[in-house]
C-alpha cells in the first residue's frame, strides 16, 4: 500500500481570534494557502490517493479537504476520531489496514502521532526521527502483511520544498 503521510497546515493559536482550545484551531489564511501549494506540488509529484483519513480537529479536516479538492484524481476525504491528537499507534495502524483494499491513502494529523507512526512504519529508533513541521509531508511504500507493518520512506518534505515544486516552470 502506498501511503502519504501529512501534518496539518499552520492554524491560529489558542487564544486569538476567540479561539478557546486546542480542538477550535482553524488554518491560518497563511496556512490556507501553503496548503493549496501543496496540492499543487503533490501533482507535480503524480501523488494519486483513493482516500485521505484525517483528524476530525478543524485544522486537519481543513488541510484534507483542501489537499483532496485540489488533487487530480480528487480522493474521497473520510473523518476519523483515532487521527485526533494523542492518537493511539495500534489503532493507526489498524486504521491503515481497514484500508488497505484502496491501495494509497492518506492519512492527515497530527504532531508526535505522525512521528511515532513513521517510527514504527519505518522499523524503531535507530535513526534519527523524522520530524512533521506544519504542512510536512511523507510517501512511503508499506507492507501490510507484516506485524507490525513496514515501510520504505519514499520521500519527505516540509512546507517550503512543497513551495518550491508548486512554482511555476
Known sequence: MEL???RHGEATPVGSKGVRSDRQRKLTPAGLEKTK?????????DVRIDAMLAS????????AKTLCEGLE???R?????SL?????????LQEIRLNAELGAIGLCCHE???SRLTDVLLGGSERP??????????????DLDQDPPAATLHWFLDSRQLDLIARPC
Do not use: C, S, W
Not at 526521527?129 to 508499506?142: C, D, K, N, S
Open 56 to 63: 476530525p480537529y478543524p485544522r486537519a479536516l481543513e488541510t
Open 77 to 81: 476525504l473520510r473523518a476519523r476520531d
Open 129 to 142: 526521527p523524522l520530524v512533521f513541521h506544519t504542512g510536512a509531508v511523507a510517501f512511503m511504500q508499506v
Open 37 to 45: 501549494r501543496a496540492a499543487i506540488a503533490l501533482n507535480k509529484l
Open 4 to 6: 502519504l503521510l501529512v
Open 112 to 114: 508526535p502521532t505522525l
Open 84 to 92: 485526533r491528537p494523542g492518537g493511539d499507534i495500534d489503532t493507526i
Open 73 to 75: 484524481n480528487r480522493p
